[in-house]
């Protein structure tokens, strides 16, 4: 009964405020009405009578309010009202409220996207069933390739014997030519091909249509495929009815079977279609034990561990190795890890370093604007003693600096948020290469992070500078104010400390960002071996249908590079399996024909390559001895070979390759010329390479390159018009000049590198503002000081000096934290860098001499400022 | 000024309730007859009445309604609610107990 009352009564309170708040006036007038009466009743004139009920009465206004306290919701009132108090103060000084939700924008911006990316990308499970039991499954083949991929005899004796993984599905690349459809050009599409359980065993259905059947997934099965979501939108305009029906790939009819749902992006993005892999590879390479070229997923027993699942494997892979010890490229034990971590492995330092980073911008930001708002404090220090004077509460007026920076962390956390998720935008945009990237964008989580962080940054802030601007003693204030004469050491101390502490922040980003940034450098510096200017690289495959015989591929490349080599503009013009820089592409295994043979059980390999006999001239690879294969020599003629200077030091060490045979893919081959090394990848160092004539015609794509001496782009439509009228259902893909090409794969490193350098600059800005500010408010204090001074004959030069290593004093001593900090910090982006040390002394060097350029250059402002002083103007300033 | 209330604290409460267990009456009635009824020995203060006046609404012992007045004026009522008539007991044992208690001291001593 009672609880119903007062849950009435509250009800009223909170909706009716105003009503209520004039019935109380009138309530408390009709008192005041009674009394006055009153006193007339007993003899007083009216005017009298209503000054003394009036004295009586007390303070009006007092009694409202303490009447009022009794009301339920007193508090929320009392906390809007300080809202609103907070809100009107900020307004009233838009310039510092701007910059300060400014700076709050940026840091919370950045965080909140480094958070996103990091949570989707690397916490989010992957969008299977039980994904945590999904494990990638490899072939350890000793310490070079401890997580190698696996050879298909091999994945057959793993299913026939293991226990621990009731399901093993395995997955390779596949690559397809969609032909000409209606008016629409042909194209390229990266595709897999994978054995019929993989989708079963990721727990993922088609969205329409079927999966493949096993009797599918066969040599002599019908040919189907499964589209992406995002293809079959594109090229179908999805269409459900696309379903039995056939399209032309790789110039053979295949039946569309299904579209995978929206977002299914297996093993990566850029997939669009899937295939069975034991119909799409030939059926002689899939019973080889020795050929690693597919991956392996497995489902773990829910009863088995991830070890028990990789003791299984190994043994059964051991057991293989024993049945065939005449081959040295079957492995003797597996490695088996989850496949989230074999699919984020390589991204999850980056990202952890990159949000390390943005938090210390956003530390730095926050530190920045305490700063402010101590600046500030100390200017309203009169104001808050006179309120603490009045009876304000020390509680009630730390709650008003609280509720200060609350709203502004929430209105920096807000723009920071829209900040945020334009840069996931553009992010997402430019990096499609970056692993999971379908799956980054702002979920519920993410927001309670930018709720948190704003919660975060709001106490950080208004804490640090309440702390430093609460005033015990008032009335020291009051008279300290008053004489404007010296301003409280200890709160510039405060602000001092807090300088410190950026810069500090500071000079750790801006090293990481040094290493970074020389690594990269030097990793684009790094001499891939051959010409990167004005080369441009497309790739060709020639896919089924009338590209079935050598003779018919030899017969393509020599007419098509003959017709481009023809093209004004083209300089030269080669072909090849691939191009420098572009990937390691694999190996072959070789004999040296005049070697004694080597013992049981040893082989060797090295990188093969297929190249035409102009590809060496084009791309600027010299020939350091002999000659290249010979143009006339084509198919079973073609029994030439070039290899790297390496391979010949390697192989051949006290003799003369020239003249000598390898062994390879059953033939021999005569070694007519020795080249300059090329590196595969930027990042590693040259490795043998075996070169074998293109026009052998074993190979049915490859990369066209093509050299002018001036914007080499201009010539890619041209020769794309030249593969046109050869065959019109030829997709010509990847049309990238070599520099592009080298950015793309070394994209990474640049992103890297450019993020926590603008990060790194965020904070100098920030930090040199923090000095400016400080400086600059220092020196205002002093006016009349120094005007003393100055009036006592002090010398212009030594107010400079002692002003300027005041200001220099905490950005020195946190360079000094900042370089103490750094040398610990830098070992974790240890394996981030190429070819630079984690203490490089230049960088170090550098920095510090930046950083004090820097910080001079703020303070010199203030500095000067106080030099340039009219003593008679300060004096007068009182 | 002094105190907001010249009272031992909580007694008013019990006065304010005890002068409404008879009729509804406004502040300034309620503040009258307490003077009345202890022979000008208690004077309500008005920085007191109306703040405990309005936390006892707040808390459910008392509910109010508006209506004319002696004076033909719309004015205040205070009423007690069923739960304000059993806290007015029990308060007044209360005081009883400890008035009792005190008289024993004091009569002692």
């Known amino acids: 009964m009672r609880g119903l009352e007062t849950l009435r009564m509250q009800i009223r309170m909170l909706f009716k405020r105003g009503r209520e708040a004039q019935l109380l006036d009138a309530e408390l007038q009709y008192h005041l009405d009674r009394q006055i009466a009153e006193n007339i009743n007993i003899g007083m004139s009216p005017e009298e009578a209503y000054h003394a009920a009036l004295r009586t009465f007390g303070n009006h206004a007092l009694l409202r309010d303490q009447t009022r306290e009794a009301w339920s919701w007193n508090w929320l009132e009392s906390l809007l009202r300080d809202f609103r108090f907070g809100a009107r103060t900020l307004l009233r000084t838009p310039g510092f409220s701007i910059v300060t939700v400014l700076v709050m924008a940026l840091g919370i911006g950045a965080n909140v996207t480094l958070f996103t990316i990091a949570h989707c990308v690397l916490l989010k499970p992957l969008p299977f069933r039980d994904p945590g039991r999904l494990m990638a499954v490899y072939e350890n083949s000793g310490e070079a390739w401890p997580c190698n991929v696996v050879a298909p005899g091999m994945y057959s004796e793993w299913v026939r014997q293991n226990r621990s993984f009731p399901s093993l599905a395995m997955l390779g690349e596949a690559e397809f030519n969609l032909s000409t459809e209606d008016s629409e050009l042909p194209e390229m599409l990266h595709g897999a091909a994978f054995t019929a359980n993989m989708l079963p065993t990721l727990g993922v259905a088609p969205a329409l249509g079927r999966n493949f059947t096993v009797a599918e997934d066969q040599p002599s099965g019908n040919r189907v495929v499964l589209l992406s979501w995002s293809l079959w939108q594109r090229r179908f305009g999805g269409d459900p009815s696309i379903v039995d029906r056939t399209i032309r790939l790789n110039k053979q009819l295949y039946t569309v079977i299904g579209v995978m749902p929206k977002g299914f992006a297996f093993p990566n993005a850029a997939t669009q279609v899937w295939t069975p892999i034991y119909s799409y590879y030939p059926a002689a390479r899939m019973t080889s034990v020795a050929a690693h070229q597919f991956a392996v997923v497995g489902r773990l027993n829910p009863e088995a561990s991830q070890a028990q699942g990789l003791a299984d494997i190994s043994a059964i892979t051991l057991r293989v190795h024993n049945a065939h010890l005449d081959n040295p490229f079957v492995s003797k034990a597996a490695n088996v890890k989850p496949l989230i971590e074999d699919i984020v492995g390589d991204i999850r330092q980056p990202l952890y370093v990159l949000l390390a980073a943005t938090g210390c911008v956003l530390l730095i930001a926050c530190l920045n604007v305490a700063n402010l708002l101590v600046a500030r404090a100390v200017g309203r220090r009169k104001e808050l003693a006179i309120r603490a004077a009045l009876g304000g509460g020390r509680l009630r007026l730390l709650r008003e600096r609280l509720i200060e920076s609350l709203l502004l962390a929430a209105a920096g956390g807000a723009a920071g948020i829209a900040l945020a998720d334009g840069a996931i935008q553009w992010l997402v945009c430019t990096r499609q290469d970056l692993v999971r990237v379908e799956t980054i964008h702002i979920d519920g989580e993410v927001a309670v992070f930018a709720f948190g962080l704003i919660a975060l940054c709001a106490l950080l802030t208004g804490s640090t500078a309440a702390l430093g601007a609460t005033d015990r003693k008032l009335l020291t204030v009051l008279q300290d104010a008053a004489r404007g004469s010296s301003a409280g050491q200890g709160r510039t101390r405060l602000r001092r400390a807090l300088l410190a502490g950026e810069v500090g922040l500071t000079v750790v980003l801006l090293i990481a960002a040094g290493l970074l940034l020389k690594s990269y450098a030097r990793l684009r510096a790094s001499d891939l071996g051959c010409t990167t200017k004005n080369v441009l690289t497309m790739r060709i495959s020639l896919y089924g249908g009338n590209y079935n015989e050598p003779a018919q591929r030899v017969n393509f490349y020599a007419l098509m590079l003959e017709r481009v080599r023809a093209l004004p503009g083209v300089e030269a013009a080669g072909m090849a399996r691939t191009v420098p820089g572009d990937g390691y592409w694999g190996d072959s295994d070789f004999a040296i024909v005049e070697h004694p043979p080597l013992p049981h059980g040893v082989a060797q390999a090295a990188i093969d390559r297929e190249a035409d006999p102009g590809f060496f001239k084009t791309m600027g690879i010299p020939i350091l001895r002999g000659r290249t294969f010979d143009a006339d020599r084509r198919l079973d003629q073609a029994n030439q070979t070039v290899v790297s200077s390496s391979f010949a030091r390697q192989y051949f060490p006290n003799e003369d390759p020239i003249g000598k045979h390898l062994h390879y893919d059953g033939r021999n081959w005569e070694i007519v010329g020795i080249v300059g090394d090329a590196r595969y990848e930027l990042s590693q160092a040259p490795k043998p390479i075996q070169y074998y004539p293109l026009y052998a015609g074993s190979l049915n794509n490859a990369t066209l390159v093509i050299r002018s001496n001036h914007d080499v782009e201009q010539l890619a439509l041209p020769v794309q018009r030249i593969v046109r009228d050869l065959d019109r259902d030829l997709p010509v893909s990847d049309v990238l000049t070599m520099d592009q090409l080298l950015g793309k794969n070394t994209a990474d490193a640049s992103f890297d590198a450019t993020l926590i350098l603008g990060f790194a600059m965020l904070s100098l800005a920030l930090a040199a503002a923090g000095i400016f500010g400080v400086l600059s408010y220092v020196v205002a204090q002093r006016t009349s000081e120094l005007g003393i001074r100055m009036a006592l004959g002090a010398q212009r030069e030594r107010i400079l000096t002692h002003v300027l290593l005041d200001g220099m004093k905490p950005a020195l001593l946190g360079l000094a934290c900042g370089l103490a900090a750094s040398v610990a910090v830098v070992q974790a982006i240890r394996s981030m860098l190429f070819a630079t040390q984690p203490l490089d002394p230049a960088v170090f060097v550098l920095v510090s001499l930046g950083l004090i350029v820097v910080a001079g250059a703020a303070c010199m402002a203030p500095a000067w400022r106080a030099s340039r002083l009219d003593p008679m103007q300060a004096l007068r300033m009182e | ?109």
Do not use: C
Request: hydrophobic content about 40%.
């Open chain 2, 1 to 109: 000024m002094g105190k907001p209330s010249d009272l031992v604290q909580g007694t008013l409460d019990l006065l304010i309730l005890k002068t409404l267990s008879l009729e509804a009456k406004h502040g300034w009635a309620i503040a009258k007859r307490i003077q009345q009824v202890s022979g000008e020995v208690l004077q309500v203060q008005q920085g007191s009445l109306y703040p405990a006046l309005h936390r006892l609404e707040q808390q459910g012992w008392i509910k109010a309604k508006w209506m004319e007045s002696e004076t033909g004026r719309q004015a205040k009522f205070y009423s007690l609610t069923a739960a304000g008539r059993k806290q007015l007991e029990q308060e007044t044992a209360n005081w009883s107990r400890l008035s009792l208690a005190i008289n024993l001291v004091i009569e002692e001593v």
